[in-house]
């Protein structure tokens, strides 16, 4: 079992920035494709960013240029650094990670979730 646990979301003016981090624990991930997934209140959740274990990357045509993911395995855990934040950005952001080693943006795909943060973004 893979037990994760995101930091990082709060309060920010449209424009500024926010680093999310996801802490990993249970085992090891270094292996495995890990994303970021995000849910505004009343719409289905959606894919932000992932990134494998050998550090290929992608990202939502929304986010793309604003956010970049990385991953540090030697300590197990995940970034998400978002610039240049639009209200439209608003929305619980949940770390996830997928026990396969491709790149895949569907949420059904991934294997274990954390909580969630909230990213708020004022206008």
């Known amino acids: 079992q893979v037990q994760l646990v995101e930091s990082g979301g709060g309060l920010v003016q449209a424009g500024g920035s926010l680093r999310l981090s996801c802490a990993a624990s249970?085992?090891?991930?270094?292996?495995?494709?890990m994303a970021w997934f995000r849910q505004a209140p009343g719409k289905e959740r959606e894919f932000v960013a992932t990134?494998?274990?050998?550090?290929?990357?992608y990202y939502a045509d929304s986010v793309k240029g604003r956010f970049t993911i990385s991953r540090d395995n030697a300590k197990n855990m995940m970034y998400l650094q978002m610039n240049s934040l639009k209200p439209e950005d608003t929305a619980v952001y949940y770390c996830?990670?997928?026990?396969?080693?491709?790149?895949?943006?569907?949420?059904?795909?991934?294997?274990?979730w954390g909580q969630g943060t909230q990213v708020t973004v004022s206008s």
């Open positions: 996830a990670v997928d026990r396969s080693v491709i790149i895949r943006v569907a949420w059904n795909d991934y294997d274990y």
């Open positions: 249970g085992r090891t991930v270094s292996r495995y494709t």
């Open positions: 990134i494998s274990g050998s550090g290929t990357t």
